[in-house]
């Protein structure tokens, strides 16, 4: 039996999309668990380079099964989107699946996302407004859609009305336009039409895939930092992207998992609102951001930049429960004579912390305690093992890998699938 978390260890953007395609050429079953469109999953392969938001990482391989699973909120017009994009560029969506029991974003949330954003005045969240908070919001007060329901027009037009009555209320208390029961019952028999064959209930398959020990990969969106419950309240995504939620947001019991693998840059990332130690405003930052194309894959934005960050590492791998490493953009930190890594937060009283994560109004006022590493000046690009990297970039991730205190899985020096290797 074989079933592998793949999780973000930082705030998102850590590399998961192209591990996953990595692993998922052996493969039989990857399972998107949670997020939406909020996610920007870069793949760069044979296929050209893509940014997935909602398919999973594994549609490259044309015999795995790929599973939007029921922990996801998926907006149907940007799904159907990406495929016409994916179509286009010849990749296979013949086992391309949706779960019934997967909630359905609808564009009403999107309004809502982008009012309530409005509505915070200099308290922004920094969503992507992409409807992600209103559509996990409706989930729990059990006035979603879910994408099973396309497939039952009676049904469907009950809980669309149903939804309607608080959506409208809540839309107009904000200034903005009511929605229209009629147009949103059409559209939803569009969207029938065009994903209707792919709607199933996903769990014969993957307990079938679990009783005979088939590979199976299940693809986290974003980060702790940025999840529900331990991440960095308020300004966190809706969802949980720790390898916890992971067997039951793609539907499998909780002992199937065997191995959780943390993905996490060899430097620090975020995108978005809210305290991030780390972060650089000097030309260091300016540098992380440049040479490693720091710019948000769903909104464009750019990303803050720091250096590593080794108490939110340790963090992330004990709430994980990560097996293994895998640390991407390593070859990002080729060009700098010195890098540094946090090793403890000073806090506003003037304690030093190292082994926990202060809540969110601590942690806005932590600066950084830094140690200095050697950089090593020579390109990484073509290293393809251990023994090829450079002397001082063996050390630097044996120290990253002793703040999290779990071994490295997988290194990657470069964004093609083929840059990167097993340790
Ligand atoms: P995800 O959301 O975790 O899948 O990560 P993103 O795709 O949002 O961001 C990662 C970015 O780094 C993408 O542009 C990738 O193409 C790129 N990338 C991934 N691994 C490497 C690497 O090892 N080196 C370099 N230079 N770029 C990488
Ligand atoms: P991937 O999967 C980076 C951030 C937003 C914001 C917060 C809440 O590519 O790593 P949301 O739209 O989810 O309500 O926004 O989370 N965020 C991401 N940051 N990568 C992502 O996805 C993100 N998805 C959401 O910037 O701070
Ligand atoms: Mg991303």
């Given at each position: 039996m074989s079933v592998t978390a793949v999780v973000g260890a930082?705030?998102?953007?850590?590399g998961k999309g192209r591990i996953i395609d990595f692993l998922a050429q052996e493969a039989d079953v990857v399972i998107r668990f949670q997020g939406g469109d909020n996610a920007g999953h870069t793949v760069i392969n044979q296929y050209g380079k893509h940014a997935l938001h909602l398919i999973p990482s594994g549609i490259f391989n044309p015999v795995t099964e790929n599973v939007i699973g029921s922990g996801c909120v998926v907006n149907p017009q940007a799904l159907l989107n990406e495929m016409e994009s994916l179509a286009a560029a010849n990749v296979s969506l013949d086992n391309l699946w949706i779960s019934t029991r997967a909630q359905m974003l609808m564009p009403y949330h999107r309004t809502l996302d982008e009012l309530e954003e409005a509505a915070r005045g200099k308290d922004t969240i920094g969503t992507t407004k992409r409807g992600i908070g209103p559509a996990y919001a409706d989930k729990a007060t059990r006035s979603g859609l879910r994408m099973g329901d396309l497939l039952q027009p009676a049904w469907l037009k009950s809980r669309l009305e149903n939804a309607l009555r608080t959506v409208n209320r809540k839309i107009d208390v904000l200034g903005g336009e009511p929605v229209n029961a009629e147009e949103l019952t059409v559209l939803c028999q569009e969207y029938a039409r065009a994903l209707g064959s792919r709607i199933i209930d996903t769990v014969p398959m993957t307990r079938a895939a679990v009783e005979q020990g088939r590979a199976i990969l299940l693809e986290g969106q974003l980060g702790v930092m940025r999840d529900l419950d331990w991440g960095i309240y308020p300004y966190v995504t809706s969802s949980n992207p720790t390898a916890s939620y992971a067997t039951a947001g793609a539907g499998l019991p909780a002992r199937a998992l065997d191995r959780v693998i943390g993905v996490v840059k060899a430097y620090s990332t975020a995108v978005g609102d809210g305290p991030f130690p780390v972060e650089l405003f000097d030309e260091d930052g300016e540098k992380l951001r440049e040479v490693g194309s720091e710019f948000g894959a769903t909104t464009g934005r750019p990303r803050r930049c720091g250096w590593f960050d080794g108490v939110a590492i340790g963090y992330a791998a004990w709430l994980n429960g990560m097996t293994g490493l895998a640390i991407t953009k390593l070859d990002v930190l080729d060009k700098f004579d010195s890098i540094k890594i946090c090793v403890g937060y000073r806090l506003e009283n003037g304690t030093v912390v190292k082994d926990s994560m202060p809540d969110t109004p601590v942690l806005a006022n932590a600066s950084p305690v830094l140690e200095e590493w050697p950089g090593w000046g020579v390109s990484t690009a073509d290293c393809r093992a251990w023994d090829d990297l450079p002397k001082p970039a063996r050390a630097y991730i044996h120290r990253l890998a002793e703040l999290a205190g779990v071994k490295v899985d997988y290194v990657s020096v470069g964004a093609e699938r083929e840059q990167m290797f097993a340790v």
């Open positions: 930082q705030w998102g953007d850590e």
